[in-house]
Each structure stands twice: as C-alpha cells, then as structure tokens.
C-alpha cells in the first residue's frame, strides 16, 4: 500500500531535549515536505527536499532541521524544543515538484512540549 | 507571501442542504487543489483544477476554479455526515515552483 510512514504519532515532551520525527514514504517521490498545522493558521511548510541531499527552508523553518540522505526517507530534527513548538505536525509527498503533483500526507504526529 | 483565505472557517448544517465554501485570494495561482482531512489522519486531495474557469466533479461535490485564477470554490449537493470534515484549499503560485500555499481552511459538520 502506498502510504508516508510518520513517527511517532504522539510525543509529550521537555523543553530542550532533542527529539526526531521520522517520515518515511514507499512511493519512490523525489518532492517531501514537513508541515506544521495550528489553529487558525492552516498548514505551514517548514522544511521541504527536492531529492536526496537537496533541502530548502519553507515558511517557518526557525528551531528544525531535517536531511535527506536517503530519498525515502525525510527526518524531522527539534534540536532544542521550545513551547511554540506544540502542534500536529505532517510529513508530504508527491512524485515531482510543481503544485499540480497532488501531496500525499502521513496522519500526522502530535507534539506537545512543556 | 500568498496568502489563501477560506470562507467560512466553520459551517454546520443539516444532512440534504446544498453548501459552498470559497477559497479566495489576491494572487494568481497556475494551479489549485482541494484537500479533505478528517480527525487523526492527514489531508487527503480531492481534486485539481489547473484553467482559469474550469468545473470538476466529484459525485456530489462540484470544484470551480475562477477565470482569474485567483479563487475557487467547492459546492456539495445533498451533504452527508460523510462529508463532514476539515475542507482545505492550496495554491501552486507560478509553474516549477514547488512550494503550495495552504488556506486556512473550512471545518465542515453535517448533522444528521
């Protein structure tokens, strides 16, 4: 089944203690993204890759990091966790870039940092 | 930055009723989808429209894409409780650009 892997899916948290959302698709797509989503403000790109080894910032990239090392795989990086950072965030996919490809979502990870 | 607004950000209505909901903005967009997420899982797309003017069907639910490429807007007939959920729009603003701008979005409950 074709689908983009997240974990994990709920995380409760420190503020500081650094921690990885990993996002894993089995679709062969060069184009990932990281989303976070809050209330009111719908969904914001912070990271997204092209292909391996190619990453750019979205639009609130501040406080992560992400690699692509491998083209399957997109992991998201909070070095040092902030409150501001609580949201439900989402990994995508899609087959190339271009805004016609349709973005395949995960079912998203609950973050939420005390 | 482009920004999308969704119009209303929440509707309840009664199972059978006709509704629409709007995604405008003041950017031209080459594209625009349609996404549907439901509780604990993430967007799922419904359609994309790529003509200025053009008219998608799905079923019951009918996607328009404005002759300025500036807005759309999504029309469901005879709403179930299945359509119940969070409706989101997104915008491809210029060809080989990757970056989609999300709107908003519209949280949508059909009472039975």
């Known amino acids: 089944e074709a689908q983009v892997t997240q974990n994990p899916r709920y995380l409760i948290t420190v503020t500081g203690k650094k921690l990885t959302v990993t996002c894993s698709q089995n679709?062969?797509?060069?184009?990932m993204s990281w989303y976070r989503q809050d209330p009111g403000l719908g969904l914001r790109q912070i990271y997204y890759?092209?292909?391996?080894?190619?990453?750019d910032k979205g639009d609130v990239p501040e406080g992560y990091k992400v690699s692509r090392k491998e083209k399957r795989n997109f992991p998201l990086i909070l070095e040092s966790p902030s409150p501001n950072q609580t949201s439900l965030y989402f990994c995508?996919?899609?087959?190339?870039?271009?805004?016609?490809?349709?973005?395949?979502f995960g079912d998203g990870t609950r973050l939420s940092i005390l | 930055t482009q920004l999308l607004e969704q119009s209303p950000q929440f509707l309840s209505i009664q199972e059978g009723e006709n509704l629409t909901v709007y995604c405008n903005s003041s950017?031209?967009?080459?594209?625009l989808q349609w996404y549907r997420q439901e509780p604990g899982e993430g967007p799922v797309l419904l359609v994309t429209?790529?003509?200025?003017?053009e008219v998608k069907k799905l079923k019951r639910l009918t996607f328009q894409f404005g002759d300025a490429r500036k807005d759309s807007s999504l029309h469901i007939t005879a709403a179930q409780p299945g359509d119940t959920g969070l409706y989101l729009c997104a915008g491809a603003p210029y060809f080989g650009n990757e970056k989609l701008t999300f709107g908003t979005g519209t949280r949508l409950t059909i009472i039975p």
């Open positions: 995508a996919s899609s087959l190339s870039v271009g805004g016609a490809w349709p973005q395949h």
């Open positions: 950017s031209v967009f080459s594209s």
């Open positions: 890759s092209m292909n391996v080894e190619v990453t």
């Open positions: 429209v790529v003509t200025g003017g």
């Open positions: 679709m062969n797509h060069e184009y």
